[in-house]
């Protein structure tokens, strides 16, 4: 099943994270070939346990600080930062229902990608 197109989103999105490890990801965002500059957006990464719930188990965002958007090797900023420590996550096990949202100035937001994430119980000790 092709979860974006049922969501409306633009992109699917999926992965396998392993929630006793810190999650340090980036996500590169461009248009026809070029990098598309992020500035003004506020971004939301949210978890839900099922496609039924209306509220998220997790949120991730700029604003938390979870989320940052970087500049590129050109100094644009055009990458969406994902840093979250192992004891935000460390608490989800199994499948998620991941959206990736931003909002604009004017209150636009855009749904840019919706899947599955599967948290995965990693018996990993430092």
Avoid at 65 to 90: C, H, M, Q
Avoid at 91 to 116: E, P, Q
Wanted: proline share 2%; glycine share 8%; aromatic share 8%.
């Amino acid at each position: 099943m092709d979860i974006a197109l049922t969501s409306g989103a633009l992109m699917d999105i999926s992965g396998e994270v392993s929630n006793n490890a810190t999650w340090d990801e980036y996500i590169y965002f461009a248009e026809a070939g070029v990098g598309m500059d992020l500035t003004g957006l506020s971004f939301q990464l949210q978890f839900r346990c099922s496609g039924n719930d209306t509220s998220a188990s997790l949120t991730l965002s700029t604003a938390g600080g979870e989320l940052v958007i970087t500049d590129d090797a050109l100094s644009n900023p055009t990458i969406l930062a994902i840093n979250v420590p192992y004891t935000t996550i460390s608490g989800l096990s199994g499948d998620y229902i991941a959206d990736l949202v931003s909002k604009d100035d004017d209150d636009k937001i855009t749904h840019w990608a919706s899947g599955v994430v599967t948290f995965r119980q990693s018996p990993i000790a430092f």
